[in-house]
């Protein structure tokens, strides 16, 4: 697997893990549920504005372009703004009122392993043995770095924490099965219905809104760390399935915790640099994996952005202006061959 193809995960995990600790600097001025609230409009707010500059830059390359989702999928999207929308971010923002900004960003980790088990014991998605253990390895690393000495037990904090990864990994096996359709405006209609609905809740609840510079900061951050980090996740869900997304996803708790450290100086331990070196090996052998085999490809209808490569050799009944990528309902014939491949959108086959 080349860096090309990860890097939209890997871009994800690092515009997240530096959204946890920027979010906890501001639990104190503003209720978590708000805070949740207003993080997911900021995404919204901030994506459709660059929807609307892209469609004033860049016109649709057909006039029979489609951008809205298709009836059929939004069930699954429904689904996913409920449980990683609304639920998830309540119960991060209110865990994180008790915990400490290191030890939840170490926490996210395990949003990577909750999204993984959904993905290959539900949705049957492949996995061999080197993914497996580079998964293995990055959570080991988030292990260590969770250790504390003397103490087994997780604290209430924590465990709402834990409680909002399970959401997350949810809402990401959700969102999978819409990956097609385009990541802005997935990522901006999340963002707009979660953020209206807890901020809805806050302010139902006696909340308060706060100044308007924690609020600009609050939908910045959410804008950075929620919208464009989500887009990315989508991305990456498109080309790599799930549980590699989510696999390259998990080292976003790193980068939450060396941003805890600038914000909150303190010496890194051992414990630190043994599991950054862990996180690093797992995304290491995610990044060698070859995955080759004889495979078919049924017939199939869909709608998507892409270009005219062996997977789409098809043609159009509309005028073209030979723009690429572009983005319309086509359809695949029925092809087998053997070439590297993920459980991308083309390549949701058993084994």
């Known amino acids: 697997m080349s860096l090309r193809t990860a890097s939209p995960a890997l871009l994800a995990a690092l515009l997240f893990g530096a959204s946890t600790p920027l979010a906890k600097s501001l639990t104190g001025a503003v209720s978590p549920i708000l805070l949740a609230g207003l993080l997911y409009l900021g995404s919204g707010v901030g994506l459709a504005l660059v929807i609307v500059a892209r469609r004033l830059w860049h016109p649709p390359a057909l006039s029979s372009e489609q951008l809205g989702i ?77 250790w504390q000495p003397g103490s087994l ?78 887009a990315l996740f989508v991305v990456g869900l498109r080309v790599l399935g799930t549980a590699r997304t989510g696999a390259y996803f998990s080292v976003a708790p790193l980068i939450g915790v060396v941003i805890s450290f600038a914000i909150w100086p303190e010496v890194p331990s051992v414990a630190f640099w043994l599991a950054a070196t862990l996180m690093m090996l797992g995304v290491w052998l995610h990044l060698r994996e070859r995955h080759e085999h004889e495979h078919t490809h049924e017939p199939l209808d869909h709608i998507h952005a892409h270009r005219h490569d062996e997977h789409h050799q098809h043609t159009h009944d509309f005028p073209w202006d030979g723009r690429e990528p572009h983005r319309h309902r086509h359809h695949h014939e029925a092809l087998v061959h053997k070439h590297p491949h993920y459980p991308d959108l083309h390549h949701r086959h058993s084994h």
Do not use: H
């Open 153 to 230: 037990q997780l604290s209430m904090g924590a465990l709402l924490i834990v409680a909002a990864c399970l959401c997350w990994a949810v809402d990401n096996n959700l969102t999978r099965k819409v990956s097609s359709n385009d990541a802005l405006l997935l990522a901006c209609i999340k963002g707009l219905v979660a953020g209206l609905c807890n901020t809805a809740l806050a302010l139902a609840q006696g909340a308060a809104l706060p100044s308007p510079t924690v609020l600009a900061g609050a939908m910045l951050v959410g804008f950075a760390g929620y919208g464009v980090s989500l």
């Open 70 to 146: 298709p009836k059929a999928d939004w069930t699954w999207l429904l689904g996913a703004i409920l449980a990683g929308g609304v639920a998830g971010p309540g119960l991060l923002m209110t865990g994180l009122v008790s915990t400490n900004a290191a030890s939840a960003s170490l926490l996210l980790n395990v949003e990577g392993v909750f999204t993984a088990m959904i993905a290959w014991i539900v949705f049957k998605e492949n996995a061999d043995r080197q993914i497996v253990l580079g998964m293995i390895a990055i959570v080991a690393g988030g292990m260590l770095l969770s």
